[in-house]
């Protein structure tokens, strides 16, 4: 029963998405900020667990990247419609995490069934960086705190690690073998 653990964490992790977006177009800071602190703890636990007891499943390989897509770009929506993040730093992570997962969804039904992207650790990088900014950007409008510098240099490396993080999985899936044509 414990190996379904970071599954079950992950599934949490996709059921406080709601509540984190409404908190934050409540404009109820305190909450959302609990609410996502909550969520990237579980999204780190869940993948120690994985890895440090072989838990891994192709499920849980599938669901946890896009649990993390999901929670960033809800928290993200909600802040830009607060006017608390530029339109322009959301577009450029919608057009990065539908790139990936169309990829991943071409290459897995048109060239090699089961396929599930392995993690680059610029992905992983651009993961925590959003994050950082998510929650600096709450605890700014939570306690009125000037984190101006600090989120405008967060939001220069998220762009970067967006862009560079896009060219990664690009470069992985363009390495990976091709189906026959002749076949």
């Known amino acids: 029963m414990l190996r379904h653990t970071p599954n079950l964490l992950t599934l949490a992790r996709i059921l406080l998405i709601p509540w984190i977006a409404w908190a934050l177009f409540e404009a109820r800071y305190a909450e959302a900020a609990a609410l996502f602190a909550v969520a990237v703890v579980s999204d780190g636990v869940d993948g120690f667990l994985a890895r ?3 838990w891994q499943t192709r499920l849980g390989a599938i669901l946890d990247p896009l649990a993390d897509k999901a929670m960033i770009l809800a928290a993200m929506v909600a802040l830009v419609a607060g006017g608390l993040l530029p339109l322009w730093l959301l577009v450029l992570l919608l057009v990065r995490d539908l790139g990936i997962v169309a990829g ?3 290459y897995n ?3 090699h069934e089961g396929f599930v992207p392995r993690p680059l650790l ?3 990088l651009h993961v925590f960086l959003v994050a950082m900014l998510i ?3 709450i605890a700014s409008a939570w306690q009125g705190w000037g ?3 600090l989120r405008d240099v967060l939001m220069v490396f ?3 690690t967006t862009v560079l993080s896009a060219y990664g999985y690009y470069r992985q899936w363009r390495a990976l073998p091709r189906k026959d044509s002749n076949a």
């Open 52 to 54: 440090r007891f072989g």
């Open 147 to 149: 984190l101006d510098g």
């Open 109 to 111: 039904f048109f060239v």
């Open 122 to 124: 610029i992905g992983k």
């Open 104 to 106: 991943a969804t071409h």
């Open 135 to 137: 929650l600096v950007v």
């Open 158 to 160: 998220v762009a970067l």
